[in-house]
């Protein structure tokens, strides 16, 4: 079976003390974690060390980096190296969330850049993709993020390939309080994973774990998360809120 996994991003939010106290909240659950269930911390730059700390002694717990950047030394002031990352164990980074793609003109071609350099590093990328509202209107999403998939993971070997997990966003329900239906998210997630399929085979399509990112709560966790090519979630919001992050956590299949 595929990962299964609950990954948080917690986005420029939290102080130190209240990241402590959130992480400290949730691990002292007692949670399922074993063979394919999988929880990863996305928290800001300044607390991964902190993080890395506090999941120490937890079983299939990981914390990620939010962003890393596309070369892997250099005079690039205020940007963070895979190598870097690598030094104090982290092991996952995302790349691509919508926020990088919308505020800071991250490209397809620069992402392209930033997953190679993770899976040189042997850092997870969980890979962001997804679509804008006036794309879902005029009903593009699917060629839309099958360009997104082509221009940055297709250069990818199938040996490589295999290390990316990716989230699917629809970027009209990420902070909005909408959310796509879990029926709407398994139509996306089976396009991208029959576009893997096309591309690298059936056997490589089904290894690869798709989460979804869109206002995902612990009321519909069990829902989304209980679609056949949806293998959990890419929570913001939720995931600063302790309950309801344990709840999601105790959603995956």
Request: proline share 2%; glycine share 6%; with cysteine.
């Amino acid at each position: 079976m595929r990962k299964q996994i609950a990954a948080a991003n917690w986005k420029m939010n939290l102080s130190f003390q209240e990241g402590e106290t959130l992480l400290d909240t949730i691990l002292k659950e007692a949670f399922d974690l074993s063979d394919n269930r999988r929880v990863v911390f996305a928290v800001p730059a300044p607390y991964l060390d902190m993080a890395k700390n506090k999941i120490a002694n937890s079983g299939n717990v990981y914390v990620a980096a939010q962003n890393v950047y596309s070369k892997k030394s250099g005079a690039y002031t205020g940007e963070t190296s895979v190598k870097m990352l690598s030094s104090i164990r982290v092991d996952h980074a995302l790349v691509g969330h919508s926020e990088r793609r919308e505020y800071f003109n991250e490209s397809n071609e620069m992402l392209a850049e930033k997953v190679k350099v993770c899976i040189e590093e042997n850092i997870t990328p969980i890979f962001c993709c997804g679509e804008a509202l006036p794309v879902r209107e005029s009903n593009g999403q699917n060629d839309f993020v099958t360009t997104q998939l082509r221009e940055s993971l297709f250069d990818l070997s199938a040996e490589q390939i295999v290390k990316v997990v990716i989230a699917y966003e629809p970027i009209w329900a990420i902070g909005t309080g909408k959310t796509a239906s879990s029926d709407q998210a398994q139509e996306m997630h089976a396009h991208i994973r029959k576009q893997i399929a096309e591309q690298y085979g059936e056997e490589v399509a089904n290894s690869i774990s798709i989460l979804y990112g869109g206002s995902v709560k612990a009321s519909n966790a069990k829902d989304i998360f209980g679609k056949p090519d949806v293998d959990g979630g890419l929570v913001g919001g939720s995931s600063l809120i302790a309950d309801e992050f344990i709840q999601i956590i105790k959603a995956l299949k």
